[in-house]
T-cell receptor, first 111, second 113 residues
Framework: QKEVEQDPGPLSVPEGAIVSLNCTYS??????FMWYRQYSRKGPELLMY????GNKEDGRFTAQVDKSSKYISLFIRDSQPSDSATYLC???????????FGAGTRLTVKP | DGGITQSPKYLFRKEGQNVTLSCEQN?????MYWYRQDPGQGLRLIYY???????QKGDIAEGYSVSREKKESFPLTVTSAQKNPTAFYLC????????????FGPGTRLLVL
């Protein structure tokens, strides 16, 4: 079993839809949770950063962490074609050298 | 503009050849990282460095080497011992202990001729 599981998709939605992206993990020591967006042939860019459990909102993006279920989510409201990318979840226990990444979910938002 | 630069964007390696990928950052970050990205496998850590003149192996260090002579630079050499080097290589940096967010460069795609 991988430490971080993420459905690779692909996921295709119409413009304006609410998108839900998810990851599960097995290591209960993880405390820091991140979502990165990666456009094709580019480096990942940080979208959201959450410490421990709870919700965090930034514009159209909401990150949720449920440590009791070892489950994290990213919601995108009013999705746009420019949101079409691969979304990577990442998490670590304390130091960056133990960061673990999901395989990424490829999202396409159709006009 | 502060950021991380990687060069070249594409690199071709002949069999038996060593090649070096460049990574430079002007964010004044202490820590730097190299990852390998293969389709469907996510990012895997090759090497990391928390401070100048010190670096540690990650999960898949075999066939790779690094140096950290300057704070802003962390080059990665893919040696001939790496039998399956074709991948997208990503360099990242973070402020260091207590700052968990990593920032990535644009990547280098390595192809074998």
């Amino acid at each position: 079993q991988k430490e971080v599981e993420q459905d690779p998709g692909p996921l295709s939605v119409p413009e304006g839809a609410i998108v839900s992206l998810n990851c599960t993990y097995s290591n209960s020591a993880f405390q820091y949770f991140m979502w990165y967006r990666q456009y094709s042939r580019k480096g990942p860019e940080l979208l959201m950063y959450t410490y421990s459990s709870g919700n965090k909102e930034d514009g159209r993006f909401t990150a949720q962490v449920d440590k009791s279920s070892k489950y994290i989510s990213l919601f995108i409201r009013d999705s746009q074609p420019s949101d079409s990318a691969t979304y990577l979840c990442a998490m670590s226990a304390r130091y960056n050298n133990d960061m673990r990444f999901g395989a990424g979910t490829r999202l396409t938002v159709k006009p | 503009d502060g950021g991380i630069t990687q060069s070249p964007k594409y690199l071709f390696r002949k069999e038996g050849q060593n090649v070096t990928l460049s990574c430079e950052q002007n964010l004044n970050h202490d820590a730097m990282y190299w990852y390998r990205q293969d389709p469907g496998q996510g990012l895997r850590l090759i090497y990391y460095s928390q401070i100048v003149n010190d670096f540690q192996k990650g999960d898949i260090a075999e066939g790779y080497s690094v140096s950290r002579e300057k704070k802003e630079s962390f080059p990665l050499t893919v040696t001939s011992a790496q039998k399956n080097p074709t991948a997208f290589y990503l360099c990242a940096s973070s402020a260091g202990y207590g700052e968990e967010t990593q920032y990535f460069g644009p990547g280098t795609r390595l192809l074998v001729l």
